[in-house]
């Protein structure tokens, strides 16, 4: 459960730090404006999950989702949503299959490049949220992440160090060098990056 809280924290951190979701007045960006004025589903779905309404959200979102290709954001708040849902279930079973739907969101726009999904990947695999665990595939990501072009030209910083302390500390040399070869391997699977 401190795991899960862990991820969430992050997801959370990371989704509410974009700069058009920064602010609470959406007068001051013109993107929200933009939402606002066509009553766009997608800012509709987005002010709920900003209040903590995710159980309404969340239909919202998969529909976005399932609509059209290339709505990466619209996925990581999906996946913020199902997380906070999967949280507050009381049904464990309920509770895997949120979590196991947020987490293969995040696995996907980490296969299309997006940089804080990548980083949010090694944490799901690190703890087994949503997937099963696997540091293998956590260190895989956590070099994708190291070496992403798009993180790099943005300046983001690298994945935190108690993180890759985390990490490190529970990988045998064997299966560093399957991380290193897989993410070696690895080329994107999506038609943008970040």
């Known amino acids: 459960m401190r795991n899960l809280v862990g991820v969430v924290s992050v997801l959370i951190v990371a989704t509410l730090s974009a700069p058009v979701f920064a602010q609470s007045n959406d007068d001051v960006d013109p993107r929200i404006t ?24 969340v239909p919202i979102f998969r529909q976005i989702v399932a609509q059209q290709y290339g709505y990466h954001e619209t996925q990581f708040h999906l996946a913020g949503c199902l997380f906070m849902l999967a949280k507050a279930e009381h049904d464990p079973a309920k509770a895997r299959a949120l979590n196991a739907e947020a987490a293969g969101l995040i696995v ?10 990548q980083a949010l990947a090694v944490q799901l ?21 190291h070496d992403n072009g798009n993180r790099l030209a943005l300046g983001q910083p690298d994945l935190d160090a108690d993180l890759r302390t985390k990490l490190e500390g529970g990988l045998t040399a064997d299966q560093r060098r399957k991380a290193h070869a897989l993410a070696n391997a690895w080329t994107p699977s999506g038609d943008r990056s970040e």
């Not at 996907?108 to 999904?117: E, F, G, L, R, V």
């Not at 703890?127 to 992440?145: L, M």
Request: aromatic fraction near 10%; hydrophobic fraction near 40%; glycine fraction near 6%.
């Open 34 to 57: 933009a939402y606002k004025n066509h009553n766009d589903p997608e800012y509709i779905a987005e002010r709920l999950r900003l209040q903590g309404k995710c159980d309404e959200a």
């Open 108 to 117: 996907h726009a980490a296969n299309d490049n997006i940089s804080k999904a």
């Open 125 to 145: 695999y690190l703890d087994g949220t949503g997937v099963a665990a696997d540091p293998v595939e956590a260190a895989k990501w956590a070099y994708v992440f």
